[in-house]
């Protein structure tokens, strides 16, 4: 069964956008998985085709409103369907790479792509949606969000990767940022290849790139290190 994603948003021409290209354009192509770009605008029903109004209590800027986007959410993913509905939002839990693993492993997401200030708090608690954030740092629409969090995904679905094995040792995947590497030519600008990497010591070689990766997550990333987090032996 294949991966179908659906996207709400008001820009639907920004899809596949980047994704129709390289890997995930090319199992877009096969059918491993799908992509429906919505116009939330469709389910405005006013003559202007409203989809935003000013904030309650006052302040900057627009907000999305509940029942346009309600209808547009009934339309994408009626009562039944089995996949998870997303909202990209800087308030969510940040993507990590075991929740990309489990929307991988699903039938598909339904995401939500905000603009303006927002959506409404009460479409988020009607439509039980799961707010995701891709980091701390503001864009100006969900779907830049939505196109990185579906690149995470497709990358890991069955056939779409040339080489599965490269896959499983990625930083992250282990709890550990990923050991430095190294290609031809032998000598580049008087910085050779590290000697282990072409001792041909397969048991040496795994030894080194272990320690390499705990030492760059020690310097860069300590929190993954924090207690509680499981270093994989
Ligand atoms: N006023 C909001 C930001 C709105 S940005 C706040 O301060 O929290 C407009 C839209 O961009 C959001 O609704 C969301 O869909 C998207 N967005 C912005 N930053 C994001 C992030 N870091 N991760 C995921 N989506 C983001």
């Known amino acids: 069964m294949s991966f179908a994603a659906s996207v709400l948003t008001l820009y639907p021409e920004m899809f596949p956008g980047a994704l129709g290209l390289s890997l995930a354009g090319r199992a877009l192509e096969t059918g491993t998985w799908s992509l429906e770009a919505i116009q939330i605008r469709d389910f405005a029903t006013d003559r202007h085709r409203t989809v935003d109004d000013t904030p309650a209590g006052g302040g900057a800027g627009m907000v999305m409103r509940a029942d346009v986007l309600a209808k547009a959410i009934d339309h994408a993913s009626p009562p039944g369907d089995p ?20 929307l991988a492993a699903g039938p598909g997401a339904v995401i939500l792509c905000g603009r ?31 196109l990185v969090l579906l690149d995470a995904v497709v990358r890991l679905l069955p056939g779409v990767m040339g080489n599965a094995v490269s896959g499983e040792e990625e930083s992250f995947e282990n709890g550990l940022l990923e050991h430095p590497h190294y290609t031809r030519p032998q000598e580049f600008e008087g910085r050779p290849i590290p000697d282990v990497l072409i001792s041909g010591n397969h048991k040496k070689i795994a ?10 997550t020690r310097e860069r990333r300590p929190d993954l290190l924090a207690p509680g987090q499981l270093l994989v032996k």
């Open 207 to 216: 030894k080194w790139r272990r320690a390499e990766a705990e030492k760059l």
């Open 83 to 102: 996949r998870p509905r997303l909202l990209m939002s800087p308030r969510g839990r940040p993507l990590t790479q075991s929740r990309v693993r489990e």
């Open 116 to 146: 303006f200030e927002g959506v409404d708090q009460r479409l988020i608690e009607a439509r039980n949606l799961e707010e995701v954030s891709i980091g701390d740092f503001i864009l100006s629409g969900g779907e830049p969000a939505a």
